[in-house]
């Protein structure tokens, strides 16, 4: 705007100031200022008044229109690298934000009461876009406290840690808060659930005292360190329900049943489905299962005394269902289940028995791996290891024999087992499911169970993107805390996923488009934008069968994470692909930022 001012001089004459001026808003909730873009001196100086007011105009316009030539009066010349103006602060976590508030989550903490004069809901969310965005430890993501764009946390290390307390006091109830805001949003899928355990290791050689979390089990990556377990329930739609840790000790088929009781009753839920791996398939948990009426899709192992009453199906070649490529046979059969240690009851159920030939070759192909290092191993004395976990251990074999009379002694004949090589190919490719849902049909089934796959694609995105572990916290309350804003990074990334829809992104891909929305503040009235992009595609190609592949060759016309920007932008229906854009601009755009979705 073009403002003109009176000035007054001593011998009592006058004379008109022009000055082109800047209103602007420096951040939400806060009183408007002026800056001047270029001061004109005295109307009255000048002879050629039309050219002086072409050029106030000119410089007006551009201002209005953020022009690039107006804000080179306005930025500072001979900025030092280190100066203020040249910080970058992420914006990115704006998008993350619009999902907080979306779950009214900050409704949620505000009901809780506690000494401390921080703010919870400041120190948990900070927690969780750290966790998304730049995972570290507690005190290293601490160290990055002001690089959020218009977001100001006061609190300190030590409060972080004291929140830790109250998270772990809170999780089951903001679970079950965040369970509700989720069925309120998009709906849930309550038909069935899909469950399964990991572990997480912590930094530590050994244990915890006796009953805490770090405890040595079997880990999942074969890691010596103490470990915790969680078990997890996931809807239809990826989104996470309900977690639940354990000490690392418990094994994977004694999870099922107090996770089950503690769900249903926290979450209110009625029958439920349960999919699952063969890893929790026990008799236990199935009787658990069908004494509470809920239900189970779960994977049947073939191998061994578990296996043996299928076997005479599955090696009989009549009655197979399908073609050269998959074949399966499907029936019904009776089963006892335990109402009580004294009563049993006959129950029924659908098997579903198929052999693969994809399967078969993979199986056969991991095998010969198997075999030849083996092989390997023995050559290299590799078995003498004892906690040796590499792969084809489970081939050799080592035997006691005195070398003149062939009687057990101590002296070690190491070898392969071919008899067990021989054995375990009669069982390629054939997988079996078993279900109490006797409505379902062949495809149901196969439909139900394969999307089990989502909820070991979740655990890969805790300990990878998210790098839930190494877990530094020791406290059984600090690691319960720790543990639930993993949980919520994971449940905010999986909603942002499901509102891109048919447009959905890894959470890899999603975390270099936020890593990568950057901004500078170079003064009060403007700010720069970096670029977000910088990694090519590679270009699309068929083969001879018109099959797509990947190319060798970059696509220099398709920058990745700008294609992924622009598909998150599109979603949340905002435009921030500029440059330059002034604060007021900026912040009224990003206040557009809505988690506005369709239910399922």
Known sequence: MIKRTIVKFLDGSTKTNVRVMISYRPGPKLPPKQKTIKNFGYLEDYEDQKAFWDEVNKTDSDSKKGHENSTLVIIPKNIKNNCEANKKYNYGYKYLEAIFNELKIQDFFNEITFKGKYSLYDIFTFLVYQRILNPSSKRCSFQEIELFYNKHFDFSLADIYRSLDIFSRISVSLQTYLNEQIKRIIGREKSYAFY?????????????????????????????????????????????????????????????????????????????????????????????ICNNGD???????????????????????????????????????????????KKKVTRRRKVLIYWSKEDAAYAKAKRVQKVLKAETDLTNNVYSTSHSNTVGNSYLVTQYLVEETGEVANKEVKGIAYDKVSEDEKYDGYFCIITSELSYDKDKILEVYRNLWHI?????????????????????????????????????????????????????????????????????????????????????????????????????????????????????????????????????????????????
């Open 196 to 288: 399964d355990v990991t572990n997480y290791y912590f930094e530590q050689d050994f244990n915890g005292p006796q009953g805490t979390y770090q405890q040595k089990g079997v880990s999942k990556e074969h890691r010596l360190n103490p470990i915790i377990q969680l078990g997890l329930f996931m809807d239809s739609n990826n989104i996470p329900i309900a977690m639940k840790t354990y000490p690392g000790n418990t094994s994977d088929t004694l999870t099922l049943q107090p996770a089950m009781n503690d769900v249903k009753k926290d979450f209110n839920l009625g029958r439920l489905i349960v999919v699952a791996d063969k890893g929790l398939n026990s008799t236990k948990n199935i009787d658990y």
């Open 456 to 600: 070991e694609e979740s655990f890969r995105i805790t300990k990878t993107d998210l790098e839930t572990r190494p877990i530094y916290v020791r406290t059984q309350e600090h690691i319960d805390g720790h543990m639930l804003t993993c949980f919520t990074a994971l449940t905010i990334l999986r909603l942002l996923q499901y509102k891109l829809g048919e447009n959905k992104i890894s959470v890899d891909r999603m975390k270099k488009v936020l890593n990568s929305c950057n901004c500078k503040l170079p003064n009060d009235i403007i700010v720069n934008l970096d670029y977000v992009g910088g990694k090519y595609d590679f270009i699309d190609k068929e083969d001879s069968n018109k099959k797509v592949y990947k190319s060798l060759e970059l696509n220099k016309e398709k920058d990745q994470i700008r294609s992924d920007y622009l598909k998150i932008m599109n979603s949340y229906n905002i435009d921030l692909d500029k440059m330059t854009m002034s604060v007021t601009e900026f912040n009224r755009e990003l206040k557009k930022l809505k988690f506005k979705t369709k239910k399922a």
């Open 295 to 341: 239900g189970y899709v779960v994977s049947q192992i073939l191998k061994g005394p578990k296996g043996n009453k299928y076997h005479e199906k599955m090696f009989d070649p009549n009655g197979y269902e399908g073609n050269e490529n998959f074949k399966y046979k499907l029936y019904e059969e009776d089963f006892e289940s335990n109402i009580n240690s």
